[in-house]
């Protein structure tokens, strides 16, 4: 007596423990009074009873490889006991042993082809694997059974999309609307379905019953919006919106959508009415703000800085209606990097870095920058740093190398390569990248002491790729002949725009001193960096101009270059 009581009580933490835990009605669906799966049976007293109740304590405890066991011993004694097997099928779905789940799944539902647990479990474990034609088959017999589970017929919804049976699908969602039963949710399924499959004139159909009953959705309006306008029928869906604005005026949607459209048309004064109304709500999603933002600014780098002041006053009324926000520092920073102000695009970067240093493309185009800028030692610190987040990051492994390359700290760069091969190349280009990278570490490293032609051959056979350039004119210093190394820089310079610090000193080898001075201020112009701040001085010091000289050697190191020894360069 005392085992049946036992018994009846596992059974019924299990069917809270597990059967509930994995298995939940949709939102709207009624649970199922009893679960079959844990029914007690009189066949099962005895020494089944007692493998039956120890297993289903195992399956509680999440110990599911003793509780299989368990049940599988059940089922030498008793083949027939379908709830073992069901049992069995739930937790081989939970490790994804798929094959497992189908076999026993199979088998209890065959034997018990009324219990609605059995299909849901056998369902789930055909979507594991895979296999929607037979999840859906599977999902139709449970709803013939069960129409009145709404959950279930939109799960059955959710299978014909992954199955690609679209017209299914949408008869499905047809079939609960006529029986009363459909909501704003099944409606706008439709809508998405018949504008997948292209069936606009439907979808604007769908979508006007809905706008009757939800007039004031804002995304009903704006689905209709983009059905109109891939209808070749954006005057009208203009109009739409244009109604929608006059009666909400504070409706961030139409006023985006309407300045873009007065935009297009050249109407730049009509579509800043608008796009200012909705940059001085409050209300307006800020992303969509931000994405008006950036629009512009990839617009000004392919179509030049015209755009930029607009970019600027937009960027103001942001701050001034989203004073927290954590992205005004970056789109400041991304102003300046358009207007080559890259020292003060660098600062802004790194002070959104402060709040988002988890924010990978962040770090993405501040290492671009330090590149671009032409300074080794940011590159190198800011990539160093960056690994601290993402130490298996191809890119930023390949930034680090190459900043230390530049720096000629062999040891690291060749670290890096190595481990970036390793990982494997996303892409053509990038193992393009690497390659050229590696073949200059070994260049400098391996003919430091012995140098032969074939980097040089390697290098000036790749001119096409912009960067070789810089690796030729650093193996020409390299060997020491500084005369040869001026060409390949520039060409590296006029492709990219970078100049780096040993332009300025092959010059100044080769006593190019306006040359070299002229290409300092071009570099200062778009920001000062330690390193051409040491070379600056370093020529002034040359032309006799100690003062001048020194107060950019102390320039550099405020801004990080700790290594500048002044007493040293003095006594030169």
């Known amino acids: 007596m005392m085992r049946y009581f036992i018994l009846i009580a596992v059974l019924g933490l299990a069917a809270i423990g597990f059967a509930c835990k994995s298995s939940q009605p949709a939102i709207?669906?009624?649970?199922?009074?009893?679960?079959?799966?844990?029914?007690?049976?009189?066949?099962?007293?005895?020494?089944?009873?007692?493998?039956?109740?120890?297993?289903?304590?195992?399956?509680?405890?999440?110990?599911?490889?003793?509780?299989?066991?368990?049940?599988?011993?059940?089922?030498e004694i008793n083949p027939a006991y379908h709830a073992a097997k069901y049992n069995i099928a739930k937790m081989a779905v939970s490790l994804r042993d798929y094959d497992k789940a189908i076999d026993y799944g199979k088998e209890a539902?065959?034997?018990?082809?009324?219990?609605?647990?059995?299909?849901?479990?056998?369902?789930?474990?055909?979507?594991?694997?895979g296999n929607f034609s037979e999840a859906v088959a599977t999902q139709e017999k449970l709803v013939g059974r069960f129409p009145e589970k709404i959950g279930q017929r939109l799960v059955l919804v959710s299978l014909y999309l992954k199955n690609s049976q679209s017209e299914d699908a949408l008869r499905q969602l047809r079939e609960i609307e006529a029986q009363g039963q459909g909501s704003k949710q099944t409606g706008l399924q439709q809508l998405q379905i018949l504008k997948a499959m292209k069936k606009y004139k439907e979808a604007v159909v769908t979508s006007d019953k809905l706008l009757e009953k939800y007039p004031e959705d804002v995304r009903l309006i704006e689905e209709k919006y983009k059905l109109l306008s891939l209808m070749g029928k954006e005057e009208e869906g203009i109009e739409l919106l244009e109604k929608l604005f006059a009666s909400q005026p504070d409706n961030g949607l139409a006023a985006l959508r309407l300045a873009d459209y007065y935009k297009k048309k050249g109407e730049l004064k009509k579509s800043d009415e608008y796009l200012f109304k909705a940059f001085e709500n409050p209300a307006v999603n800020p992303n969509g703000k931000l994405d008006v933002i950036i629009q512009l600014l990839q617009f000004a780098s392919k179509e030049g800085s015209d755009v930029i002041p607009r970019a600027k006053k937009l960027i103001q009324i942001y701050e001034n209606t989203h004073p927290n926000s954590k992205e005004t520092n970056l789109l400041e920073a991304r102003i300046f990097s358009f207007e080559n102000k890259l020292d003060s695009a660098r600062q802004q970067f790194l002070t959104a870095l402060e709040n988002q240093s988890t924010d990978i493309n962040i770090w993405f185009e501040l290492l671009e920058l330090d590149f671009k800028i032409g300074e080794a030692r940011w590159l190198?610190?800011?990539?160093?740093?960056?690994?601290?987040?993402?130490?298996?990051?191809?890119?930023?492994?390949?930034?680090?190398?190459?900043?230390?390359?530049?720096?000629?700290?062999?040891?690291?760069?060749?670290?890096?390569?190595?481990?970036?091969?390793?990982?494997?190349?996303?892409?053509?280009?990038?193992?393009?990248?690497?390659?050229?990278?590696?073949?200059?570490?070994?260049a400098e490293v391996s003919n430091s002491n012995t140098p032969s032609t074939s980097s040089k051959t390697f290098f000036t056979s790749n001119k096409d790729f912009p960067i070789s350039n810089l690796y030729l004119g650093r193996y020409y210093i390299m060997l020491g002949v500084l005369e040869l190394a001026v060409e390949p820089l520039e060409k590296f310079k006029a492709s990219k725009g970078t100049i780096f610090p040993d332009l300025i000193e092959v010059l100044v080898a080769n006593r190019e001193f306006d040359?070299?001075?002229?290409?300092?201020?071009?570099?200062?112009?778009?920001?000062?960096?330690?390193?051409?701040?040491?070379?600056?001085?370093?020529?002034?010091?040359?032309?006799?101009?100690?003062?001048?000289?020194?107060?950019?050697?102390?320039?550099?190191?405020?801004?990080?270059?700790?290594?500048?020894?002044?007493?040293?360069?003095?006594?030169?």
Do not use: H
Request: charged share 30%; glycine share 8%.
């Open 28 to 75: 709207g669906e009624a649970q199922p009074k009893s679960n079959p799966g844990f029914l007690f049976e009189d066949k099962l007293l005895g020494k089944a009873s007692n493998i039956y109740i120890d297993a289903c304590t195992e399956m509680i405890k999440g110990d599911y490889a003793q509780a299989t066991q368990g049940f599988e011993e059940v089922l």
């Open 109 to 129: 539902l065959s034997e018990d082809p009324s219990n609605y647990w059995y299909y849901k479990v056998l369902q789930e474990a055909y979507q594991g694997a």
């Open 380 to 442: 190198y610190e800011d990539a160093e740093e960056a690994l601290t987040y993402y130490p298996n990051q191809k890119r930023i492994l390949y930034y680090y190398g190459l900043g230390a390359a530049l720096r000629r700290q062999w040891d690291e760069a060749a670290y890096a390569v190595k481990k970036c091969k390793r990982l494997g190349a996303d892409n053509e280009f990038f193992e393009k990248e690497l390659d050229y990278l590696s073949k200059y570490i070994d």
């Open 515 to 572: 040359k070299a001075k002229d290409y300092i201020q071009e570099a200062i112009g778009k920001g000062e960096t330690p390193s051409m701040l040491e070379v600056w001085g370093d020529l002034l010091f040359r032309n006799g101009q100690q003062n001048e000289a020194e107060q950019k050697w102390k320039r550099a190191i405020e801004l990080g270059a700790s290594d500048i020894d002044i007493k040293k360069k003095l006594n030169q």
